[in-house]
């Protein structure tokens, strides 16, 4: 079995779970047809029978938005996404393929890229719904494309380098790599479980790069690992590979600054050296040194697009961390650094939040309800966290950008 075999099963059979005769919907970019193939080999040999081929190309999007304008865009099928609705309802197993084509997009005007994207938003509200109550099982994993490879390593085997990355990453060299990511996520509950001990009232974060910010937690919120707990009781690890813990705050608490600690992939443009400033939980200033008309567009793309919606801890030294190398890809890098994430939050950040359900949460636990979710990364190599109780005794999270002993 070869190691792109040996990934598209792990993905299909440990990551979804995917049953026989559960129908399975693929996004991904064209260039990875050949990915796809040995996938859907796979999903018939588990019995599935229904494959939906989302596929994706970014130069078709380029090229579209360059010439055509916002209500001529709608009426191709790009960014029409009511197929995700449907599939959704069918009860399918959901596999995304990120791939990156950095920079194809900073030629577009930005509004135009914001206006565009909103709509793709719009389009696919049912998976939305159905996903924030645990009724979708979902994944998303990586594949590389030329574009992607030859913009992070100058060699002509580009593509072979992320592979044998991508591989590493996921552990699938390993003999057994379902045991080694069993046993991954069994530590990271453990110290999820530690943190909900706490209950803590307040974060506050602090870097020598500017960083200096805090944000409350609700009441009741949960720390919790990359397995989701769907509502049949079926367990599916939604990031693969994953190496944080995350928890959603209250979204109006957020006061200070933030500067990120890496380069942001979004919608095709690369924004770096960039920062947020917080008051009363929304984000009053932004800036970028590199895209910073693309960051401003970001946070106002919808309503509570400026809030928070997750806060999430990586060690520094992390293996991907320990990798030394910036993936722009949010898949990865976020799993290489603590990250925070304007918009939208996770119901299952709060006891009982599925069944609570999104507008009660938003109006009793002040959890961001918001129709996009941007991870952008903070962790440091000095980064210190520090947890304030309900009794107001400070706890240290982090020290020095990783774990302090007692969350080790």
């Known amino acids: 079995m070869s190691l792109q075999e040996k990934y598209a099963r792990v993905i299909l059979e440990s990551c979804l779970k995917v049953e026989k005769d559960q129908p399975l919907f693929i996004s991904y970019n064209t260039e990875r047809d050949d990915f796809v193939r040995i996938?859907?080999?796979?999903?018939?040999?588990?019995?599935?029978?229904?494959?939906?081929?989302?596929?994706?190309?970014?130069?078709?999007?380029?090229?579209?938005?360059?010439?055509?304008?916002?209500?001529?865009?709608?009426?191709?099928?790009?960014?029409?996404?009511?197929?995700?609705?449907?599939?959704?309802?069918?009860?399918?197993?959901?596999?995304?393929?990120?791939?990156?084509?950095?920079?194809l997009m900073k030629d577009v005007d930005p509004k135009k890229l914001s206006a565009i994207t909103k709509y793709a938003i719009e389009t696919r509200k049912e998976f939305d719904d159905l996903r924030d109550k645990s009724m979708v099982p979902w994944c998303i994993a990586a594949v590389p494309t030329k574009a992607w490879a030859e913009a992070l390593y100058e060699a002509?085997?580009?593509?072979?380098i992320l592979w044998n990355n991508i591989f590493d990453m996921c552990s699938i060299r390993e003999e057994n790599p379902v045991k080694v990511w069993n046993e991954k996520i069994k530590k990271l509950e453990i110290r999820a479980n530690k943190l909900n001990k706490y209950k803590f009232k307040t974060l506050k974060y602090e870097s020598s790069n500017g960083t200096k910010f805090k944000v409350d937690l609700p009441k009741n919120h949960l720390w919790a690992s990359g397995k989701e707990v769907l509502a049949n009781g079926k367990e599916v690890l939604v990031n693969f590979p994953t190496e944080e813990i995350f928890t959603s705050p209250d979204c109006k608490s957020a006061e200070g600054v933030v500067y990120a600690s890496k380069p942001l992939s979004y919608n095709g443009n690369i924004i770096d050296g960039f920062y947020f400033v917080f008051k009363d939980g929304k984000v009053v200033e932004a800036y970028a040194d590199e895209g910073n008309d693309i960051l401003n567009e970001m946070v106002k793309i919808c309503k509570n697009s400026d809030m928070i919606g997750e806060v999430a801890l990586v060690p520094y030294d992390s293996p991907i961390s320990n990798m030394n190398q910036i993936f722009l890809e949010t898949l990865f890098d976020e799993n290489a650094a603590c990250h925070i994430a304007l918009g939208d939050s996770f119901p299952e950040c709060i006891e009982n939040g599925v069944k609570i359900g999104k507008e009660k949460l938003y109006e009793e636990y002040n959890l961001n309800k918001c129709d996009s979710h941007v991870d952008f990364m903070v962790g440091t190599e000095d980064l210190d966290i520090t947890g304030i109780t309900e009794e107001g005794k400070e706890v240290k999270v982090f020290v020095k950008g990783n774990f302090s002993k007692e969350f080790e």
Do not use: C
């Open 39 to 103: 996938l859907s080999k796979i999903a018939y040999s588990l019995g599935v029978r229904d494959i939906y081929y989302d596929v994706q190309d970014p130069y078709l999007k380029h090229e579209a938005l360059i010439n055509l304008d916002v209500d001529e865009l709608k009426k191709t099928n790009l960014w029409n996404k009511e197929m995700w609705n449907v599939y959704a309802k069918k009860g399918a197993a959901f596999l995304m393929l990120a791939s990156e084509t950095p920079g």
């Open 156 to 160: 002509d085997y580009a593509e072979d």
